[in-house]
């Protein structure tokens, strides 16, 4: 995988760490999710060619132990999606892996139109055991 250059075809995972951030009755990821954060970024990382234990590992290495919270489950989605909505995903690998989501417009209820998309095509991962 080349790390400097992302692929559209790339998976990427957006760790969730918020019960908000999701519906566990409906199975769907809520937009809120992929808000950007107060730097106008959304962290994600890259999981291709990870295998799904591995996936749950990074995100409960890089993203739970950091914050000191639980990782609740995750949104994987296609950086096709992501590119398509006239944002790019810059890969940053520190950690390894890691990138951002970046390029939000500045208006909030465009961010939110654009995480809505995002989440739509998102698929929703629990964390085993939780519900």
């Known amino acids: 995988m080349d790390l ?15 019960k908000s951030c999701f519906s566990s009755q409906n199975r769907r ?21 990870l295998l799904d234990y591995e ?7 890089e993203v739970a132990q950091k914050r000191s ?27 390894p892996r890691h990138a951002n989501i970046i390029g939000w417009p500045e208006e909030k209820s465009e961010q939110k139109l654009i995480a809505m998309e995002l989440a739509a095509n998102a698929q929703l991962h629990l964390v085993p055991g939780e519900r």
């Open 55 to 61: 996936v749950w590992e990074v995100g409960q290495r």
């Open 29 to 49: 990821v809520k937009y809120s999710a992929f808000l950007p954060a107060r730097n106008g970024e959304t962290s994600v990382f890259r999981i291709t060619g």
């Open 69 to 95: 919270k639980p990782l609740l489950g995750r949104a994987d989605i296609s950086a096709s999606h992501v590119l398509e909505k006239g944002l790019k995903v810059k890969p940053d690998n520190n950690p």
């Open 4 to 18: 400097d250059q992302l692929k559209p075809e790339e998976d990427i995972s957006r760790y969730i760490l918020n």
